[in-house]
């Protein structure tokens, strides 16, 4: 019996994992830029941010909205490409098992770095025309941010056999947030179009 759920509990702990990654995405549905042999110059000029003080013009806060996107699924892509082959990985030997954990502790660590990612977006002061949007941007943030730093709880929870039934806990908490993290690629979608998914519920 509990072998049986352990393995009941791993495949639940592994579609968690699995949620997140689809969150990491922005549900799944974003469009990714094409794949090409050139790397991208980090010390490369980019266009200046406004000044944040006082409501944005549309103009501005559409182009703050793009950049910051654009940074967010730079970092996304990186971090579901790790927790993909970590997810993936085989853990039947200890060894297997070992490099596994190894893949999980690089993907968590690129996990827990993205959270401001999503919240740096609370502190912009929409234009009145995307008021509405911002709320959905905002609320979703933060439970974006919520969904990230639980991802990395739950795995390093199961890291321990003896923390099982913790790390299935923090899952649950995961998942009631999930569908308010989803506010932030609609409201995002409402400011930049199609560019952004929003999953299989939207509207």
Not at 33 to 56: F, M, R, V, W, Y
Not at 166 to 193: D, I, Y
Request: aromatic share 4%; with cysteine; glycine share 6%.
């Amino acid at each position: 019996m509990d072998d049986m759920y352990r393995k009941s509990a791993g495949r639940r702990f592994v579609a968690g994992l699995l949620a997140a990654l689809l969150l990491l995405g922005l549900w799944g549905c974003n469009q990714q830029p094409e794949q090409t042999d050139q790397t991208e110059d980090p010390t490369q000029d980019k266009p200046a941010l406004p000044d944040h003080e006082g409501p944005l013009t549309k103009e501005e806060y559409e182009a703050v909205c793009q950049q910051y996107y654009d940074e967010l699924m730079q970092a996304s892509n990186e971090a579901s490409i790790k927790l993909d082959e970590a997810v993936s990985a085989p853990s039947e030997t200890e060894e297997q098992k070992q490099i596994r954990e190894n893949k999980m502790d690089q993907a968590m660590g690129l996990v827990e770095k993205m959270p401001p990612l999503y919240t740096r977006f609370i502190d912009l002061e929409p234009p009145e025309v995307y008021a509405e949007a911002h709320e959905l941007i905002s609320s979703g943030a933060v439970s974006s941010g919520e969904v990230l730093r639980l991802t990395a709880a739950i795995a390093e929870a199961a890291k321990d056999e003896s923390n099982l039934e913790k790390a299935l806990a923090l899952q649950e908490e995961l998942e009631s947030h999930t569908a308010q993290a989803q506010n932030f690629s609609k409201g995002l979608r409402m400011v930049l179009g199609d560019q952004v998914g929003v999953g299989e519920d939207a509207n």
